[in-house]
């Protein structure tokens, strides 16, 4: 099972918004409404931002959204801060019975 | 408060077996899906083995397939992953997560441990 494809890095200013995107395909992405995204910062456990493409957990900002059209999911998210320069990780179930992550995606914050 | 405790890591020759173990507390542990995932240090996140919450339903990255395997102990709140036949390339950070649901299809892993350190060499 490859990997979802997402871009190695992204920035923005703070105050601006930005969107991560995780290309897959009809077998996984494309197939399924089990997709989530992960914050991570190095040496901390991951955190769960988003799940079943949409949904946010109880505790995590609003400034955090996601979606799908077809085969992509995207992350955005909005009003840019410090503290969200992070590695982000997509996920999804697929149609082989596994779970598959993208290959992670750094935030830098200008 | 939710806590996830790996242990069991280590440093461990190719072809050799190695059993990790997860202690969960702060959630009524029986009532969700559990997963494996590891991390090589320095690249992402791979997604290792999940198991529903009766243990009924176990699922297995293709990478590890036929070599390791997932279990729990609902009575002991705790995971377990046996991996037989390591390789080098099984070196890694490995992630003991709760899926906010009971079946682990879902992959909504919504608490994580601080992971445990695989080291496979001779």
């Known amino acids: 099972q490859s990997a979802l494809t997402q871009p190695a890095s992204v920035s923005g200013s703070p105050g601006q918004s930005i969107t991560i995107s995780c290309t897959g395909t009809s077998s996984d992405v494309g197939g399924y409404s089990y997709v989530s995204w992960y914050q991570h910062h190095p040496g901390n456990a991951p955190k769960l931002l988003i799940y079943?493409?949409?949904n946010r957990p109880s505790g995590v900002s609003d400034r955090f959204s996601g979606s799908k059209s077809g085969n992509t999911a995207s992350l955005t998210i909005s009003g840019l801060q410090a503290e969200d320069e992070a590695d982000y990780y997509c996920s999804s179930y697929t149609s082989s019975t596994t779970l598959v992550f993208g290959g992670g995606t750094k935030l830098t914050v200008l | 408060e939710v806590q996830l405790v790996e242990s069991g890591g280590g440093l461990v020759q190719p072809g050799r077996s190695l059993r990790l173990s997860c202690a969960a507390s702060?959630?009524?542990?029986?009532?969700?899906?559990m997963h494996w995932v590891r991390q090589v240090p320095g690249k992402g996140l791979e997604w290792v083995s999940g198991i529903s919450w009766s243990s009924g339903s176990v699922g297995y990255a293709d990478s590890v397939k036929g070599r390791f395997t997932i279990s729990r102990d609902n009575a002991k709140s705790s995971l377990y992953l046996q991996m037989n036949s390591l390789r080098t390339e099984d070196m890694a950070l490995y992630y003991c997560?709760?899926?906010?649901?009971?079946?682990?299809?879902?992959?909504?892993?919504?608490?994580w441990g601080q992971g445990t350190l695989v080291t496979v060499s001779s």
């Open positions: 702060g959630f009524t542990f029986d009532d969700y899906a």
């Open positions: 997560a709760k899926d906010m649901g009971p079946v682990w299809r879902r992959a909504s892993l919504d608490y």
């Open positions: 079943d493409v949409s």
